[in-house]
């Protein structure tokens, strides 16, 4: 349901992006209910039985049928779109795989929520840090406005043919998927007029021109096939720039790779994804207003994952700490952490990096938190040491 | 009803030179099915014999659209084809007059076992689609492990014969009569040997309204354990000893669309196969009993159905 206030509409997370969905019109959409994505589909299920989409709906029976579906539609040509969260996208895996290695450009949201056992509903990035490998370029989305415009933004970054990629775009389970927010919606004929139409340049239904899809490989050419496919996901980055560009053009809404936060001058950072970086914002202001010059660097691109422009912006910063919302559990930290401070690796000097896990399962992340951070940061500028490398944020 | 002939005379849309072994059943099942299809087909199989033989890069044996995704999800993945095709036929993207099928291929465990459940759905949800199902009773790809196909007291690399296990130890499932309590509108079983009666089949599975399952019998030398040039002989004996019935239920009425002349014992079938070997140990025989008596009721239970509504 709709709050508007002058130009602008309150809506939820989920509403604004059945409302794209709406808007975008997908040819075909496989869902299947997950807490807390399930709202997507159930407002887009309103607009299919309203008869305001020509999509064809399925109503697949597990979220493994929706990916295998959206395989399907997509290798027939047709614009794609899903979303799930949590144990659905790890139901998916597998086909989360196949959809890239096919070069299908589907688009996904996924609302973040903890991963069983024990099982929680609520936010952490455990479902779609375990699927960072798997081929599919990743956009995060602090606010519903963010999420509301990447997900139009995915619909050109995947169907571009220099990347025919599949793209997932990532909001908070709950603090994003369910709070109300004042945002900006695009006109109809805006939308249409910025992702275009989708002209894929092969389809299984063009049955006078047979195509095999899904071959089987062996060891001579699977790397190649794998290689190729690297070097057009390396390459998405200049896309999303161009088309974040664009947008920002044609909406006034600029996106980049990463949103810098009162970091030219910075000396303590905080790098995190999605919604923390909000909270961290005000951490920020709070603490400038003390003469403290720390900053934050949200990445909204996490694949590919932009290590040189992160590194460059973060070149001049003493010390940082990066924040994950999901534990690789024994691995060097968690994934954003082990990401950048690899990526800052080559630089002439190197600020100091910590990295701390937080907010697991929705578990509260706040303005206190983030001064506290922001406080162990100064300590190691201070002292010049590092008591705790990695580890859980204390909360 | 079509002959032979014309038939033959049918453009081959599955060409030779794939990899799938001498005496196997699929081919010959995949042709038929081709060739009784009378619109532009589009395909998709699971993993399996079928798609490993079939696709290995460069190669391909379609002269259809065909796309292999996974192991347990052919039925999924047509749900989406199919879906597509609805969508840009209401765009007219695709014209109106424009017919394509939409057919899905699987093993037995491909669909019996891990993609059951992607069958089922797209049954219940009513895709316009016909799936079928190569029962050659194992995962024979992987090497001959049990499937939930596999019949009572056959040898598989993980139902082996042991000395305490001879073989597997359960009955079958009966997937033909559970996809019929799917009430869709038409479902049928059918053996490559008898190939009239199979595109028969094949040709009203195309052209019902809605979704169509056929289950076929497909002997597999390799797996049985049979000489290769035993195999349409060994699909014959499967259909006259009435392990494999051929019949069919159409909007809700079952028809037994054959009836052998003489209903041979089930040892008949099993001693041209090594699978079922130690069955003939006679500390053995209470196996062998055991299916002759579940098949000869199972037959009389459909002999009884015969022209009947199934529920
Ligand atoms: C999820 C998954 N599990 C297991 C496998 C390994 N696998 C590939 S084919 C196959 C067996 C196929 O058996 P069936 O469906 O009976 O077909 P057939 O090999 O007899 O043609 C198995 C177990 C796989 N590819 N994917």
């Known amino acids: 349901m709709a709050i508007v206030t002058g130009k602008q509409v309150g809506l939820t997370g989920n509403s604004a992006i059945a409302y794209a969905m709406r808007q975008i019109d997908p040819d075909v959409c496989a869902a299947y209910p997950i807490t807390p994505s399930t709202g997507i589909i159930e407002e887009f299920s309103s607009y299919y039985a309203d008869g305001q989409v020509s999509t064809e709906l399925i109503t697949v029976e597990s979220e493994h049928s929706a990916m295998s579906a959206c395989v399907g539609a997509s290798a027939a040509g047709a614009r794609v779109m899903t979303a799930t969260s949590s144990q659905g996208l790890a139901l998916m895996w597998e086909m989360l795989y196949i959809a890239s290695g096919m070069r299908l450009p589907v688009v996904m949201t996924v609302v973040n929520r903890a991963l069983s056992a024990p099982i929680n509903i609520h936010c952490d990035h455990s479902d779609s840090m375990g699927a960072r490998d798997s081929g599919w370029i990743q956009l995060y989305s602090e606010t519903v406005q963010e999420a509301y415009d990447n997900l139009l933004q995915a619909v050109r970054i995947a169907e571009d043919p220099r990347v025919l990629t599949p793209a997932m775009v990532c909001m908070d389970g709950f603090i994003t998927s369910h709070a109300v927010e004042n945002i900006t919606l695009l006109a109809d004929g805006e939308v249409k007029g910025f992702i275009g139409d989708y002209k894929p340049g092969r389809s299984l239904l063009d049955t006078d021109n047979p195509i095999t899809m899904g071959a089987m490989t062996l060891q001579d050419v699977y790397m190649d096939f794998k290689h190729e496919q690297s070097m057009a996901i390396a390459g998405a980055k200049e896309v999303v720039v161009e088309v974040g560009s664009d947008f920002g053009r044609r909406f006034g809404r600029h996106y980049g790779l990463m949103e810098c936060y009162r970091l030219e001058d910075a000396e303590a950072a905080i790098v995190v994804l999605n919604s923390a970086a909000g909270t961290t914002k005000v951490a920020v202001d709070e603490l400038r207003k003390k003469g403290k010059k720390v900053g934050l660097l949200k990445p909204r691109l996490f694949r590919p994952f932009p290590y040189a422009e992160i590194a460059a912006a973060l070149k001049n910063v003493k010390a940082v700490c990066v924040l994950d919302r999901a534990d690789s559990m024994n691995g060097f930290g968690g994934p954003l952490f082990s990401e950048v401070r690899s990526a800052l690796y080559g630089l002439a000097s190197v600020p100091k990096v910590m990295g701390r896990i937080f907010g697991l399962g929705g578990r509260d992340y706040t303005v206190e938190h983030s001064t506290a951070v922001f406080e162990g940061l100064y300590r190691i500028i201070e002292t010049g040491r590092m008591e705790e490398l990695t580890g859980y944020l204390k909360s | ?311």
């Open chain 2, 1 to 311: 009803m079509a002959t032979l002939k014309e038939l033959a005379a049918k453009d081959e849309l599955f060409s030779g030179g794939h990899r799938l072994c001498s005496g196997c059943g699929i081919p010959p099942i995949v042709r038929l099915l081709l060739r009784s299809a009378g619109s532009p087909v589009v395909a998709t199989s699971a993993t399996g014999c079928l798609e490993v033989g079939t696709s290995i890069y460069p190669y391909t044996a379609w002269r259809i659209p065909w796309i292999h995704s996974a192991f347990e999800n052919a039925a999924a993945t047509i749900s989406g084809i199919e879906s597509a095709y609805r969508a840009f036929k209401k765009k007219g993207r695709i014209p109106a007059d424009k017919e394509i099928k939409f057919l899905a291929l699987g093993g037995d465990g491909g669909t019996y076992d891990i993609g059951f459940q992607a069958l089922s759905g797209a049954l219940e949800r009513g895709h316009n689609f016909l799936y079928v199902c190569y029962d050659n009773g194992a995962y024979m790809n992987t090497g001959i492990q049990r499937s939930s196909a596999t019949p009572l007291g056959s040898a598989t690399t993980t139902s082996p014969a042991g000395a305490k296990r001879p073989g597997k130890q359960e009955w079958r499932k009966d997937l033909t009569r559970v996809v019929v309590a799917h009430n869709i509108p038409y479902a049928a079983q059918a053996s490559p040997h008898n190939w009239r009666d199979l595109e028969g089949k094949a040709r009203k599975a195309f052209n019902v309204a809605g979704p169509a399952f056929m289950n076929i019998i497909s002997p597999c030398p390799l797996g049985w354990y049979s000489k290769p040039e035993d195999s349409i002989n060994a699909a014959r004996l499967a259909v006259d000893t009435c392990y494999w019935p051929l019949y069919e239920v159409e909007n809700g009425i079952l028809r037994v669309t054959y009836r052998p002349k003489e209903k041979k014992p089930i040892a008949d079938w099993f001693k041209i196969q090594g699978r079922f070997k130690h069955l003939f140990k006679p500390e053995n025989s209470h196996l062998l009993d055991e299916t002759q008596k579940r098949i000869d009721a199972e037959w009389q239970r459909l002999l009884d159905m015969d022209g009947k509504a199934v529920f």
